[in-house]
């Protein structure tokens, strides 16, 4: 079966009593057993029955089962949310006295949690240039314990070639990491581009429209210790599992992601190309143009669709907030892959609180708007942001 059908139709792991065609809510916390050696059986992990729903829960599970189902992935664990799941994916990967391969073109949070709370735990964050292999290349030694990268980065818009960081990842015995959010995984093969994990921030395309938080890691199964420490070390200590009532709300985001991301590309792609020729705006960036510098690479990687993130130029930062404070239907709002378009200025919101230095050191413009396409006639949408930046920019550019 194709993945649209596939992420509809998959069994549950157990037969419901009412024969529900969607999966129920269990919101319960516990559960009861026939006896003790059926206890001890499920709380030592010797079956599959759940014991306690903050480390397994049937509506979670069945979630998870959707997307290993979608994936090919060998085991799938679902997270509070997409920082959760990086959270558990490097504390799983990383151990003090090693280091981490990865890159300054990083959402913000990442960034700190490399550079800073992993940096407190003797983990070493060592940021390269990661569209150049043979920097990555200097950069790994015996003390790596993984490479880690954003599919696209947010909001920088880079992509770099997965299967040549794979490569070299291979060459080393360690495993290859990535946040792949900003392309839902329906859309590629993450084992055949040369992934060992991905981490996925549900809240943004699986969710359905921003219902719900939520985070998975995608685990291939290539590094078995690994996999043993996400599964017996980060679910259980860290306690960072997804809700019911998210998992839920995501496995019915499921059933609709391939319908929603197309629609969005579509409308993203031609939102794109306009703004290019709009008065005042000095760049656009957007993997889905054919002159877009990363265009080649993202479509041998993920496809034609290039997804629903743009982000363009304006002449200097007040013009940007001028931009932002003129929006009338287009949303004034962080987030992603909402069914709703949705503007922010990241330099002073997500990056506001990083220091200038770090900004430039980031590449975070003071210049730049990033915009999440969402599911209204693009010819609306892209009406309101015309009028945005003829009122931000009086249609002169600033250069």
């Not at 990083?106 to 292999?133: H, I, S």
């Not at 299967?163 to 990491?177: H, M, N, T, V």
């Not at 590094?223 to 995501?250: E, R």
């Not at 309101?384 to 930046?389: F, G, R």
């Amino acid at each position: 079966m194709k993945k649209e059908t596939r992420a509809i139709h998959t069994s549950y792991q157990r037969r419901d009593a009412y024969d529900a065609l969607q999966m129920p809510v269990y919101h319960t916390l516990a559960y009861e057993f026939d006896n003790a050696d059926v206890m001890a059986d499920s709380f030592c992990g010797r079956s599959d029955a759940p014991d306690y729903s903050r480390v397994l829960n049937p509506t979670v599970t069945y979630f998870e089962r959707r997307v290993a189902n979608l994936t090919g992935a060998k085991e799938v664990s679902a997270f509070s949310s997409g920082m959760a799941a990086i959270s558990a994916m490097l504390f799983s990967a990383s151990s003090a006295g090693k280091n981490i391969v990865s890159s300054r073109h990083l959402f913000g949070n990442t960034y700190l949690l490399l550079t800073g709370t992993l940096k407190r735990f003797g983990v070493e964050a060592r940021l390269c240039d990661l569209t150049n292999p043979e920097e990555v290349k200097r950069c790994v030694d015996k003390d790596t314990c993984c490479i880690f990268l954003e599919s696209v980065t947010n909001p920088q818009m880079e992509v770099a070639d997965v299967r040549a960081i794979s490569r070299i990842a291979k060459s080393q015995g360690i495993p290859l990491i990535a946040d792949t959010t900003i392309v839902p995984f329906t859309q590629f093969d993450g084992r055949e581009i040369g992934l060992d994990f991905q981490v996925v921030s549900t809240t943004k395309y699986v969710s359905g429209g921003a219902t719900s938080l939520g985070g998975v890691i995608i685990d291939y199964g290539n590094f078995p210790a690994i996999s043993t420490l996400i599964k017996k070390d980060a679910v259980f200590n860290l306690g960072a599992y997804m809700t019911p009532h998210a998992a839920y709300m995501q496995t019915l985001g499921l059933e609709t992601l391939k319908v929603r991301y197309d629609r969005q590309s579509q409308s993203a792609l031609a939102i794109a190309r306009k703004l290019k020729d709009v008065p005042g705006v000095e760049a656009v960036s957007y993997p889905g143009l054919e002159d877009n510098k990363w265009n080649a690479v993202f479509r041998n990687l993920y496809g034609e669709a290039g997804g629903a993130m743009i982000t363009f130029d304006l002449p200097d930062a007040e013009s940007c907030k001028r931009f932002i404070n003129a929006l009338e239907m287009v949303h004034r709002a962080t987030n992603l892959f909402d069914n709703r378009s949705l503007a922010i200025h990241p330099a002073s919101t997500i990056f506001g609180p990083l220091s200038p230095e770090t900004r430039e050191e980031m590449d975070i413009s003071d210049k730049t708007i990033r915009l999440s396409i969402g599911l209204e006639a693009p010819e609306d949408i892209f009406s309101d942001l015309s009028q945005a930046i003829e009122k931000a920019t009086g249609g002169v550019s600033g250069e």
